[in-house]
């Protein structure tokens, strides 16, 4: 049968009581907001465990506590606190992280007060603005008691409308009474008129969002809150220093936009609205004690204050109860000494955790299985028998008739949490991080993955989104990931790894519920060796040397099954430290899978990290842009070539986007596994094998990584050139090494051949010699040293070279070599360069002295200072000389000749020149005179050729050879200027004296 997810209308679902419902009856069912189910006392009830809190200080009649400690107490603790007979105001104070059952417990308490102590209440739910009380909550509430309505209401109402329709208006007439009233009492105000303007603007846009419109959780509910007025200078109105105010500016300043509003339109205050109310019931009904809830105590501050004075003055008159559920943040108005010697206070959760007291790892199940019984308990299917001492409940088999009667699917152990298991909710639980293991928190995952499965979104809950956000160590063997992964998740989530050893045991039934198994279907092919039988499905598992801590058994073992409950871990076989580490981390391979940025799983993600980036590294040999070459981009040992699509930070240049979700489950197991080897025991680690299973994935992230670091420093060609010339990487590498060739024998063209020639000689590249020679009196210090120091980076240009137009390691594309030669020149590419080609990373480079952004920047020096140098040369004599003189000459005449001379009496300094010179070769003579006539003839089209052309020239200057014949010193005909001839006379002359 297919594995594949098939999207299922709800009439399909297996469970008959699912086919019954819509997706709107679960979300009043599972609604986070209490005040939703709140509006169903029998779903409430039905679905509502008792809470345990912390009570945090005495009040009057109370325990003693200390400060700072606090005892548990219960839900009925709570509600017996609200007495009938008490005198003056009595508030109870219940504080806590959200999600934590503030709000179910204000529901529990606000039913049982209307229903078994029949107190009027005064609700105000979590949306409720201050406008709405003023205007609606509180004039409706004294209307249905009293039938009459509220004298203030109609100027509550007429505020609300003109903040609506007029609000700049209001505010104009309530800045200037504020900014006036203020300065009555004593404070320096300073203003301008443009600045009162900007007050209005301001005060106008926060009472339509701070009075009229809901605002957002935990937002601060003053007009003016300290940020605003420390950040807007307009705003900071008084000329007095901080320390002359009781309370800080912003405060004051709210305090003073807010009486002047209510001055205004001679409307009493919040706490005044109650007083008045609460003198109604005593004068109407007497001993009855109105209950105002508080569902998120978030009013304005100076509002706050006030309703805290009328609530803890010393009044006997007074006969309001208060409920006030709120966070720490909201509710610190209250906490005031006087007020927490006569109120109660209450925290949800354990100090610095969103945990509570009536939820743990051994309550979870039963906290959730009302809310998953309530689907089923309208034909007494699902019906509970309840401990009103301890909350516990005991499940009712189902009544005869009943669909769960008829359906006969389900046994008890999980017949009121399907379509999940005990196991699969424990492990819901266990798997939230310890800091989101609330209450709200638990019913958002079980309600967001029964939600998939009730839409079709998935066959079998195991495989829903919410459950990637979920840690759970329990895998099944990678072949199952590979051949059968639905049933890897059936057994992740139902199943029980205390049953065997080697398999995760789970109850077939839910295999036929979820369309995995046929009715009939006793064993199946399933591959990847699952065994299936009456009962059960087995599924091979791995990591077990861990043993689940969650796993719960939904169904007696058969008395044939072994029974390993007496197993110790002496009897495990001993296992290396690695391996440990391996079982370890395998569990969480899953949660990683879905958001490896996850900070749950960051050792995971060491490890993984560590794989990937060593076979990156692997593939790029060492980060080589390129596979032939050894230029490399130098990585930070601190950074990884990768980041996720989950990061939450853009990729740097150096990194490529790694999607986990590119291999399949079993891949990742297999690289955690190198990845553990390779950080704890790298000797262990057998690459060869990783590459065999993912070397393909991997490749292409290296080559993808490669492309990336090429497109950005080497193929963008406004990294290395000014005004995004028509050059590119390849030109650069061109032209570089065509310098070389010339600097290393400027003798001969420049030619597609002569480069090629050159590249295929073994020989080492230096500096010409004599050419170096010439230039120490040529060049000023700084340009030799540049010409000195682009030689020595001339191993690195050849291996560049070699890269992008060899052949082979000693033959070079010649036609490509011509054809570029043709289109430009060296010197046109590099005077384009960019002096200092900031944007290219130092870390390009071949080792750490050669280093990419070094060589573009030499190469741009070394043609420069060439170009200023061949601006001052204006003749080329040598060349011309040389080709005067020593044209045509045949040495192996001048030889006989210079032989012939020893045996007359010729002066001494001139025979000696003679010897020196006829010493050199024929070939020494046709060198010297080919480059004379390629400096004379050849050269000088082009500046590329001017430059070449006066290194021709130095070499020339400087050669042995023409040193030699210039220091010959003899007297002869000047009208010759052929040395041959000259040389011809004098050996005649002294050949007639014989």
């Not at 049968?1 to 599972?30: A, N």
């Not at 004075?309 to 007074?318: G, L, Q």
């Not at 076989?573 to 370890?584: C, D």
Request: proline share 4%; charged share 30%; glycine share 4%.
């Amino acid at each position: 049968m297919s594995q594949e997810t098939v999207h299922q209308p709800s009439d399909s679902l297996y469970c008959p009581h699912f086919r019954k419902k819509d997706e709107s009856y679960l979300r009043e069912l599972f609604s986070r907001v209490a005040a939703v189910r709140a509006e169903n006392p029998d779903l409430f009830w039905f679905t509502h465990r008792p809470i345990d809190l912390f009570q945090t200080a005495g009040g009057i009649g109370g325990p003693s506590l200390e400060s700072g400690d606090e005892r548990i107490v219960t839900e009925d603790d709570v509600f017996d606190e609200f007495s009938a007979d008490r005198i003056k105001n009595f508030a109870v104070v219940i504080e806590g992280e959200v999600g934590t059952g503030k709000s179910e417990l204000c529901v529990a308490l606000m039913h049982r007060l209307r229903e078994e102590a029949n107190r009027p209440l005064l609700r105000v739910d979590k949306d409720t603005d201050l406008m709405s009380m003023l205007t609606q909550d509180i004039p409706e509430f004294y209307e249905r008691h009293f039938d009459e309505p509220l004298e203030t209401s109609s100027q509550f109402k007429r505020l609300e409308e003109d903040i609506n329709e007029r609000p700049r208006m209001v505010a104009s007439n309530a800045v200037s009474t504020a900014i006036l009233e203020i300065g009555w009492d004593g404070y320096e105000t300073d203003t301008t008129q443009d600045q009162e303007e900007r007050i209005v603007e301001f005060v106008a846009e926060r009472i339509r969002k701070r009075l009229v419109e809901s605002g957002d959780y935990g937002e601060d509910p003053n007009l003016v809150t300290e940020q605003e007025y420390e950040q807007n200078s307009f705003l900071q109105v008084f000329e007095q220093e901080f320390e002359a105010f009781d309370v800080h500016p912003a405060e004051k300043l709210s305090n003073g936009f807010w009486q002047a509003l209510l001055d205004q339109y001679d409307t009493p205050p919040l706490n005044d609205l109650f007083e008045q109310v609460g003198q109604k019931f005593q004068e109407e009904y007497g001993d009855v004690r109105p209950v105002a809830i508080f569902e998120d105590f978030s009013i304005t501050g100076m509002q706050a204050r006030q309703l805290r004075k009328y609530m803890e003055r010393d009044n006997e008159n007074d006969n309001w109860d208060f409920i006030i559920a709120g966070t720490r943040d909201s509710t610190e108005v209250l906490h005031k000494r006087t007020a927490e010697d006569r109120f109660r206070f209450y925290r949800t959760n354990k100090q610095n955790s969103n945990q509570v007291l009536f939820l743990d790892e051994d309550t979870a199940v039963d906290f959730v299985r009302p809310y998953l019984g309530y689907i089923k308990h309208d034909d007494d299917s699902i019906w509970y028998d309840r401990d009103t001492d301890s909350g516990e409940f005991t499940l009712r088999g189902p009544e005869p008739g009943s669909r769960c009667d008829e359906c006969g699917l389900c046994s008890d152990a999980f017949r009121d949490l399907f379509p999940f298991n005990t196991t699969f909710i424990r492990r819901i639980y266990t798997g939230l991080n310890p800091s989101e293991q609330s209450p709200r928190e638990l019913i958002i995952v079980v309600f967001e993955t029964l939600l998939e499965y009730f839409n079709g979104d998935v066959r079998c809950p195991a495989k829903a989104s919410p459950l990637e956000q979920v840690t759970n160590r329990i895998a099944a063997h990678d072949d199952v990931y590979r051949e059968a992964e639905i049933f890897a998740h059936l057994a992740k989530w139902y199943g029980d790894t205390e049953r065997y050893d080697d398999y995760i045991a789970v109850d077939r039934r839910f295999g036929q519920a979820f369309g995995l198994l046929e009715d009939d279907d006793e064993t199946g092919d399933h591959g990847a060796s699952i065994e299936v039988t009456d009962t059960e499905i087995k599924v091979p598992g791995v990591g077990f040397e861990t043993r689940d801590t969650t796993s719960v058994t939904d169904e007696e073992p058969d008395d044939d099954e072994p029974d390993d409950t007496d197993s110790t871990e002496d009897d495990e076989p001993s296992i290396s430290r690695v391996e440990r580490i391996i079982n370890e981390q395998m569990g969480y391979v899953d949660n990683w899978y879905t958001d490896p940025d996850d900070d749950a799983y960051v050792e995971t993600d060491t490890y993984l990290r560590a794989a990937f980036t060593a076979l990156i590294e692997t593939l790029t040999q060492d980060y080589t842009l390129w596979t032939d070459c050894d230029l490399r981009y130098n990585l930070s040992t601190s950074d990884h070539p990768f980041v996720y699509p989950t990061s939450t930070t853009t990729p740097s240049v150096d990194q490529v986007v790694l999607d986990p979700q590119d291999f399949q489950r079993s891949d990742i197991r297999e690289l955690l596994r190198y990845g553990v080897r390779l950080e704890e025991d790298r000797s262990s680690a057998d690459r060869d094998r990783i590459l065999d299973l993912v070397g393909t994935h991997m490749t292409t992230y290296a080559r993808r990584w490669r492309a990336k670091l090429r497109a950005t420093y080497l193929e963008d060609s406004t990294v290395h050139y000014k005004y995004n010339p028509p050059y590119g990487f390849d030109d650069f590498v061109l032209a570089s090494y065509s310098w070389v060739v010339l600097l290393d024998d400027p003798w001969n063209e420049l030619t597609a051949a002569t480069v090629n020639d050159r590249f295929g000689s073994n020989e080492a590249y230096t500096l010409d010699p004599t050419l170096h020679t010439a230039l120490q009196e040529e060049l000023a210090p700084e340009a030799r040293e540049y010409m000195e120091e682009f030689i020595d980076y001339a191993d690195a240009f050849e291996k560049l070279v070699a890269e992008r137009f060899g052949v082979s390691d000693s033959i070079l594309d010649v036609p490509r070599l011509r054809q570029w030669l043709d289109r430009q020149s060296p010197y046109d590419v590099l005077s384009r360069l960019r002096a200092d080609p900031e944007d290219l990373s130092f870390r390009v480079r071949f080792d750490t002295d050669t280093k990419l952004e070094d060589m573009v920047t030499l190469a741009y020096r070394v043609q420069k200072s060439l170009d200023e140098e061949e601006d001052e040369v204006r003749d080329y004599t040598t060349a011309e000389t040389v080709l005067d003189a020593l044209a045509g000459t045949d040495m192996e005449a001048v030889e006989t000749k210079v032989d012939l001379l020893e045996n007359y009496s010729v002066d001494r300094s001139l025979y000696e020149s003679l010897m020196q010179f006829a010493s050199y070769t024929q070939q020494d003579v046709d060198t010297v005179v080919a480059a004379s006539k390629l400096c004379n003839d050849t050269l000088g089209r082009s500046t590329q050729e001017m430059i070449h052309k006066m290194l021709v020239e130095y070499k020339l200057s400087e050669a042995d050879l023409v040193e030699a014949f210039t220091a010959i010193d003899f007297e002869a005909d000047q009208s010759s200027t052929s040395f041959a001839s000259r040389f011809q006379e004098v050996s005649d002359y002294y050949a007639g004296d014989e």
